[in-house]
């Protein structure tokens, strides 16, 4: 069983920063996909970003520019670097992680709430 543990969210200023972590308990190189999710109050939980073992990252429109998805592999780290970040940006952040041997798993969840 993998554990993944979310940390970096909470207060932050419209404009401001964040950066969110993600712990995992194994080696993060045996992922073949790294993301991370987020759920506003009473919406569906959406993609956001992911990172594939090659690196190649990928983001949904509406963050493209302010966010950047990244990893370190020896510390089995994976994050998730916000800026400029918005009041729609206001949600409980997921990170996620898929192995082809072992399947998919998820964080707990760390909140992240922006003021305006």
């Known amino acids: 069983q993998v554990q993944l543990v979310e940390s970096g969210g909470g207060l932050v200023q419209a404009g401001g920063s964040l950066r969110l972590s993600c712990a995992a308990s194994?080696?993060?190189?045996?992922?073949?996909?790294m993301g991370w999710y987020r759920q506003a109050p009473g919406k569906q939980r959406e993609l956001v970003a992911t990172?594939?073992?090659?690196?190649?990252?990928s983001y949904i429109d509406s963050v493209k520019g302010r966010f950047t998805i990244s990893r370190d592999i020896d510390k089995n780290l994976a994050y998730l670097q916000m800026n400029s970040v918005k009041p729609e940006d206001t949600a409980v952040y997921y990170c996620n992680a898929d192995s082809f041997a072992s399947g998919r798993f998820w964080g707990q969840g760390t909140q992240v709430t922006v003021s305006s």
């Open positions: 990172i594939t073992s090659g690196g190649i990252t």
């Open positions: 194994r080696s993060i190189f045996t992922f073949h996909t």
